[in-house]
């Protein structure tokens, strides 16, 4: 690929990224947000793979624009957490009407944290240094050697013990593989699998999984001691014993996906 193809990726990422900070505002809907966050996370991944090619971590992304999908992750995770609640509590005799307000609040603060920030064009300066960082081209060796070093680093922490952390950061490997293997594919024709998932479905399934994981990690992060302490004695206790149910969850999730995940790459 040449840099007037390249460009040409980035400028369709750069459009549905657009139109999405012009979509959210004023209702901040949860699945714009969603597919704002998408199409920037597919940026951000395509830039990846390019600056892996020159050893250069610089995405082009401006600080503004990051804060932008930080803030707007943050309010569609308390709006997700308030239905998670609700739903969780559906038939009780008592809904935790305490805390869906507290997080209520704090959507409305994000909300007002965002608004200015999307009114400004936050992708104005990320666009110009995107378009001075490019590579003049970009060819099967870089998207193979890219491939590699990524199957390498996602082996490497399977063999050991895996915190919640790591899980994380397999998911965000994993992602890039997908991506890289899906749209660079699909844009070129190029095909490189050295990972051993023996095919797209199974990586997209193995990320559905991961991401529920992160999603359950989400929701117990939204249950500290700190917002609990600030619920009435009744409350408090019915919120404890959710946040343990959640645990236990995200522990057998765990152990699930551990298996999977090295039975489908390790043990190849």
């Not at 300066?125 to 193979?144: E, F, G, Q, V, W």
């Not at 994993?174 to 293997?181: A, E, G, T």
């Not at 408090?236 to 298996?259: A, G």
Request: glycine share 2%; no cysteine; charged share 35%.
């Amino acid at each position: 690929m040449n840099k007037e193809d390249l460009q040409r990726i980035v400028f369709r990422y750069l459009k549905k990224i657009r139109k999405y900070i012009k979509q959210i505002q004023p209702d901040f809907d949860e699945e714009l947000i969603h597919q704002f966050r998408v199409n920037y996370k597919k940026l951000r991944a395509f830039l990846r793979i390019l600056s892996a090619a020159n050893n250069n971590r610089n995405t082009g992304l401006s600080r503004k624009i990051k804060r932008a999908y930080h803030i707007a992750g943050s309010i569609r995770d308390l709006k997700l957490q308030k239905k998670r609640v609700l739903n969780a509590t559906k038939g009780h005799y008592r809904r935790p009407l305490e805390y869906t307000s507290l997080i209520q609040r704090k959507v409305r603060n994000f909300e007002k944290e965002l608004l200015p920030i999307l009114s400004k064009k936050p992708l104005r300066k990320s666009r110009k240094k995107i378009m001075t960082i490019l590579p003049r081209s970009y060819h099967p060796a870089d998207y193979a050697r890219f491939s590699e070093q990524k199957y390498r680093a996602l082996k490497t922490m399977l063999l050991g013990n895996i915190s919640d952390n790591q899980m994380h950061s397999v998911r965000k490997i994993l992602k890039d593989l997908f991506f890289s293997n899906r749209n660079i594919g699909k844009w070129t024709g190029w095909r490189s699998e050295p990972w051993k998932i023996k095919s797209d479905t199974n990586l997209n399934n193995l990320l559905e999984e991961l991401g529920d994981f992160q999603d359950r990690r989400t929701a117990i992060s939204l249950l500290t001691a700190d917002w609990i302490s600030m619920l009435t004695a009744r409350e408090r206790k019915f919120m404890t014993d959710l946040r343990s149910e959640w645990i236990q969850e995200k522990l057998i999730m765990k152990r699930r996906l551990i298996r999977k995940l090295k039975a489908d790459i390790i043990s190849e």
